[in-house]
């Protein structure tokens, strides 16, 4: 089967003005920032490894904290977690129950951690005790936006539930395609 006109930045709308543009080109820069997947250890004091092309990508300022779905420590550059806490602050003035969601993002976000001489970041305990109890093996990748980190084991079923939930990747991008220019066409 093939798939065409996969979407692009050819594909969609263009937005005007030099705001709209400077936010292209930061997300056109971001886009393929993180990515791959690495296997490491958690050491004894809860400290992994972070690739050296994560590592240089993060920045000097990085917040360890949840991922947005809450089900997963992520690695922010600071700029992106400061971009997820604005836009959950949006929604919780527009819906108050997006207020127990930036609770707890923020709750479990922490600030002034770094990298050792040997590349690797403290986990602290209260993530730790949340998504990998008792976990040796974990599994770090790139979101394109930071960095994901989960147990091996969590990383095997998310595998096994892709699978089984999308038996056929290229036609569930084809209905995806298909469903956001309806949404397009629907908005003009």
Same mark, same amino acid.
């Given at each position: 089967? +093939? +798939? !065409?006109?996969?979407?692009?930045?050819?594909?969609?709308?263009? !937005?005007?003005?030099?705001?709209?543009?400077?936010?292209?080109?930061?997300?056109?820069?971001?886009?393929l920032g993180f990515i791959g997947v690495y296997n490491h250890?958690?050491?004894?004091?809860?400290? +992994?490894?972070?690739?050296?092309?994560?590592?240089?990508?993060?920045?000097?300022?990085?917040?360890v904290g949840v991922n947005m779905a809450q089900d997963s420590i992520a690695i922010y550059p600071y700029e992106v977690w400061e971009e997820k806490v604005d836009m959950l602050a949006r929604l919780s003035h527009e819906d108050v129950a997006a207020e127990f969601f930036l609770s707890r993002f923020a709750m479990y976000s922490f600030d002034g951690l770094g990298f050792d001489s040997q590349g690797r970041v403290l986990l602290p305990s209260a993530l730790r005790d949340l998504f990998l109890s008792d976990a040796q093996g974990v599994q770090v990748s790139g979101t394109t936006e930071y960095v994901l980190i989960k147990s091996d084991e969590q990383a095997r079923q998310e595998?096994?539930?892709f699978k089984k939930e999308y038996p056929n990747p290229l036609q569930a991008i084809s209905e995806i395609q298909a469903r956001a220019k309806s949404r397009l066409k629907d908005g003009q």
């Open positions: 089967m +093939v +798939v !065409k006109n996969l979407p692009d930045e050819g594909n969609l709308p263009q !937005k005007q003005g030099p705001e709209e543009k400077n936010e292209k080109q930061r997300l056109s820069s971001r886009r250890s958690i050491d004894s004091k809860g400290r +992994v490894i972070v690739p050296q092309t994560f590592r240089n990508l993060l920045g000097d300022r990085i917040i595998r096994e539930r």
